[in-house]
């Protein structure tokens, strides 16, 4: 009788504390199906409480525009209509690769925040440091060719855009770009398949859903396994930005490193989703200074201008969200790449 009566209340007990979680999984199960007829997005973003009060209570527009629909330029100009054997394009304009005499030619790259899909063509930060350039009094004349494009990786720039940016004569190549190699809403899916990571992501998505217990494992078991993951990604970043500056030096190429500003406040480390983000993120901009002392290159420190010495009403002025900037950010951050190149070759 006694055994019985213990079975029965072990089954009772565990029962208990699975329908929690059976109960939660089928929540998001059903808010990722109707989000997807809702916007026809087959990958719902949808990870806790405060993600389905805004697809709950927020228009389609708005839940679009948070979830990385910044564009609004389309690529119209058809490739055919250009010589390529004699230069190509980036950002809807077409570059010889043979420099013009007695013009000054800088490449820069980066992801979104570099092409800049929250303003037109003009509005990137490298079209403005162009036309502040152009404005300097003098003989010579400016050329800032945008080879930024969306969801770029610094892997990706060291095997394709670099390589793509040799084509052209140039003195400059300036380097931002950080966030893709770590901010991904699905980071904790990059995880070695181990059976205890699966394990892990299983009820890491499931607690994201219930504040209480998303904090408890965040704090205990998830942070742990996602930021073992975020320092191997910081050693890769940190060998394709080396590998990058070493190679744009051996071709007589100025190499310029600027801190990527990101809106920190929108993060934070007990986020669900990016667990570890913000210390990894300090991490790898204590890293940049590393590699600009060591092969003794000009770097600028857009994160703290852009983030730390402005007001919380100042940033929202200049960050669209936490990694792409307004109009008035990417003028911001012409200024201080500008003000810094100048001050770098008068002194």
């Not at 213990?6 to 089928?26: A, D, E, H, Q, T």
């Not at 800088?106 to 490298?126: A, D, E, L, N, W």
């Not at 990571?197 to 965040?218: D, E, G, K, P």
Request: aromatic share 14%.
């Amino acid at each position: 009788m006694i055994m019985t009566y213990l079975r029965k209340r072990l089954v009772l007990w565990s029962i208990l504390f699975i329908m929690p979680f059976l109960i939660l999984f089928f929540i998001e199960m059903g808010t990722r199906v109707v989000q997807s007829f809702k916007v026809g997005n087959p990958e719902p973003l949808f990870y806790g409480g405060a993600e389905l009060h805004r697809f709950l209570f927020e228009d389609t527009d708005e839940i679009l525009r948070k979830q990385g629909s910044f564009y609004v330029q389309k690529d119209v100009l058809k490739r055919e209509m250009f010589d390529l054997t004699r230069g190509d394009l980036y950002r809807d304009q077409y570059y010889t690769f043979k420099q013009k005499t007695g013009t000054y030619r800088i490449i820069v790259f980066g992801g979104s925040s570099v092409y800049s899909v929250t303003t037109s063509k003009s509005g990137s930060f490298p079209a403005v440091l162009e036309s502040l350039f152009n404005n300097l009094a003098g003989q010579n004349r400016y050329e800032v060719i945008n080879m930024g494009k969306s969801g770029l990786q610094s892997y990706d720039i060291r095997e394709r855009i670099q390589p793509a940016a040799f084509r052209f004569e140039h003195d400059m190549e300036i380097f931002y770009h950080l966030s893709n190699d770590y901010f991904r809403p699905d980071i904790i899916e990059q995880l070695p398949n181990s059976f205890l990571n699966r394990i892990n992501n299983i009820f890491y998505r499931l607690s994201a859903a219930y504040s209480a217990c998303r904090n408890i494992w965040t704090r205990n078991m998830g942070k742990g396994f996602i930021t073992e993951h975020l320092r191997g990604q910081h050693k890769q970043y940190y060998d394709n930005v080396e590998t990058m500056i070493k190679a744009a030096k051996t071709r007589g190429i100025t190499p310029v490193i600027v801190k990527q500003a990101l809106d920190m406040k929108i993060n934070s480390t007990t986020d669900s989703r990016y667990p570890g983000f913000v210390e990894i993120y300090e991490q790898s901009l204590l890293s940049l200074d590393e590699i600009a002392k060591k092969y003794n290159i000009l770097i600028l420190d857009a994160a703290n201008v852009l983030t730390h010495e402005k007001t919380s009403a100042e940033q929202r002025e200049i960050f669209y969200d936490i990694v792409h900037l307004t109009a008035k950010g990417n003028a911001e951050l012409a200024k201080i790449i500008y003000t810094g190149l100048v001050d770098e070759t008068t002194q």
